[in-house]
């Protein structure tokens, strides 16, 4: 990945006006619940879900590091929806996916500080065999359904049981919701001074240590961060699909999230969601069309994005924002419009 460009402070949007076009973009999107055929409400609910997971991901990104173990989390917040509902009747959606987000990251939070001490191929590859520990758990514990896994009962919504054609409609509106909610923050949060300074241990973590901030506590914190987005996604993700297996954890999994985050790039919050969605509709009509080589398609659709949007999705924006920023009184520098052609690290 290509070096961050320095963003001028006037390149920043407020708070405030963050969060009058998130909800306003979020409410747009939930009346397309009244519209959208069911079958596209069920796509776009499972990758907005795993959208939820990406994004997570985004926050270490920006630090830096790639986890291949985002199916870690991504299957405890499923699990433990999926258990809290069966075994204690508590059914309201909002709950059982703040109950996934929480279950996740409190499974994350022990390895947080280990995980922090290592960078690039070290942390993926630790990531990644936490993840398949939990899928050999998940698969020889008969409790919990071995390898098959087991089914989840229809979620309430404030009370209403969902039933029939609506109630894939209102799982799309409140994964809509939830995402809607996390994405403001997720945006506010990057354009703080704790998320400007991501971008810096990305380009110079030395530098960042001798300016007086812990570059393992911020890792260590990021990484907690995308454990309770992956457990949200992944709870939202079985209660659309009413059941849950360990194929949840397993490393196709996770390389699905890196892959979209790839895609993606670390400079958006839109782009994350609109990547995921991409990746659904292109695994699906591939699947549909080629299926046995949708594989490749998948992996040639990566390619052409690599080769013409080496920063991701999230780059197009971002170019066009710091062209209009430049036009005015204050000019942005000339490096923070041009990208390395080579698209290598510097």
């Known amino acids: 990945m290509p070096p961050s460009a320095p963003v001028p402070a006037r390149a920043l949007r407020s708070p405030g006006s963050t969060v009058v076009i998130g909800l306003a973009l979020t409410a747009a999107l939930a009346m397309l619940a009244f519209v959208l055929p069911n079958w596209l409400l069920f796509l776009s609910t499972l990758a907005t879900a795993h959208g939820i997971v990406i994004l997570g991901l985004v926050y270490l990104m920006r630090g830096g590091v790639v986890s291949f173990g985002q199916g870690m989390v991504f299957a405890s917040g499923g699990y433990a929806a999926a258990l809290l509902s ?54 020889k514990t008969a409790a919990l359904g071995g390898s098959d896994g087991f089914n989840v009962a229809r979620p309430t919504v404030l009370g209403h049981r969902l039933e029939g054609d609506g109630a894939t409609a209102m799982l799309f509106v409140v994964a809509v919701v939830v995402a809607g909610l996390l994405a403001i923050a997720a945006r506010i949060h990057f354009d703080s001074v704790r998320g400007l300074v991501a971008l810096a241990i990305r380009e110079n973590e030395l530098r960042v240590e001798y300016l007086g901030a812990s570059v393992r506590r911020q890792l260590a914190v990021d990484f907690i961060i995308a454990a309770f987005h992956g457990g949200i996604g992944g709870a939202l993700a079985v209660l659309a699909l009413g059941h849950v297996e360990p194929n949840f954890s397993y490393w196709t999994t996770s390389g699905e999230f890196v892959f979209a985050a790839i895609l993606a ?33 998948m992996g040639l659709f990566l390619l052409v994005i690599i080769r013409f949007l080496p920063q991701g999705l999230g780059s197009i924006g971002r170019r066009r924002h710091l062209r209009r920023q430049g036009s005015g009184p204050a000019r942005v520098p000339a490096r923070a419009l041009a990208e390395p052609e080579d698209g290598k690290d510097r």
Not at 91 to 105: H, I, K
């Open 265 to 297: 790039g670390y400079h958006g919050v839109i782009a994350v969601f609109v990547a995921s969605f991409l990746l659904e509709l292109v695994r699906s009509y591939s699947n549909l069309y080629f299926p046995n080589s949708w594989q490749l398609a």
């Open 86 to 139: 069966n075994q204690t009747g508590l059914s309201d959606v909002f709950v059982l996916v703040l109950a996934g987000g929480l279950a996740a990251a409190l499974i994350a939070a022990p390895f947080a500080p280990l995980l922090s001490r290592y960078r690039a191929i070290f942390f993926a590859m630790l990531t990644l065999a936490l993840s398949m520990v939990l899928y050999g758990i998940l698969v």
